[in-house]
């Protein structure tokens, strides 16, 4: 099992930055691969970015690319996603996510409870 705790979600005009971290325990972090998921409303949960257990190997959404920054600190059992330029367009809930390392990053076993991102206009 593993338990996944998301911060760092808010208010923020568009063209500003955030950043979200997760927090992970339950299982060795250091070889789970872990990700992140977003759902805005009356859409469908889409994968975002994910990073491999070994942190060196990451995935991002097309949406997202040259804006977005996952990474991951296995000494801290937590991973980041550092969001510049930020669109109203990516305004929803951000979801923590992962699963096992020979799992696909799109396809995690755990999630976290999520935190909101909202970006005004």
């Not at 994968?47 to 296995?74: L, M, P, Q």
């Not at 076993?109 to 935190?115: A, F, H, L, N, R």
Request: proline fraction near 2%; include cysteine.
């Amino acid at each position: 099992q593993v338990q996944l705790v998301e911060s760092g979600g808010g208010l923020v005009q568009a063209g500003g930055s955030l950043r979200l971290s997760c927090a992970a325990s339950g299982r060795i972090f250091s070889t789970i691969n872990m990700a992140w998921f977003r759902q805005a409303p009356g859409l469908e949960r889409e994968f975002v970015a994910g990073i491999v257990w070994t942190g060196s190997t990451t995935d991002y959404a097309d949406s997202v690319k040259g804006r977005f920054t996952i990474s991951r600190d296995n000494a801290k059992n937590t991973i980041y996603l550092q969001m510049n330029v930020l669109k109203p367009e990516d305004t929803a809930v951000y979801y923590c996510a992962a699963g096992a390392r020979s799992s696909s990053l799109r396809q995690p076993d755990y999630w976290g409870q999520g935190t909101q991102v909202t970006v005004s206009s």
